[in-house]
């Protein structure tokens, strides 16, 4: 059992949307607070976005705020990422992760080993 599988990944031109989900097995995702984090090609782990579906609190970095949402998927086990106005440097393997609430707020912790959950990722390619 795997306990977080992200899909969704796929090849997009710029301009373009996609939406990314993340189905948790094992636990509750309402338990944890809920991440994406990304990786862009020869570069580091960066923090995208969180919720906390108990708070009903969502938070965005600043290179996506206004372009992607992070929400529950209809009460279902799962996390989605919805992508609009997707740029080239949007382009990297994106990874859910379950974790503590200091992956949440200031911290915006974004390393495998600060999560109780990590994924195995998806990859996002934006290019015309």
């Known amino acids: 059992e795997v306990p977080l599988l992200e899909s969704g990944g796929d090849f997009v031109q710029p301009g373009g949307s996609l939406e990314l989900s993340c189905a948790a097995s094992g636990f509750t995702v309402g338990d944890f607070y809920m991440t994406w984090v990304r990786q862009a090609p020869g570069k580091g782990l960066e923090w995208v976005a969180g919720?906390?579906?108990?708070?009903?609190?969502?938070e965005y970095a600043d290179s996506v705020k206004g372009r992607f949402t992070i929400s529950q998927d209809n009460g279902k086990n799962t996390v989605t990422l919805q992508m609009t106005s997707l740029k080239p440097e949007d382009t990297g393997m994106y990874y859910c992760a379950a974790g503590g609430i200091l992956c949440f707020g200031p911290q915006r912790l974004r390393k495998p080993d600060d999560y109780d959950y990590w994924g195995q990722g998806t990859q996002v390619t934006v290019s015309s």
């Open positions: 919720i906390s579906i108990s708070d009903h609190t969502t």
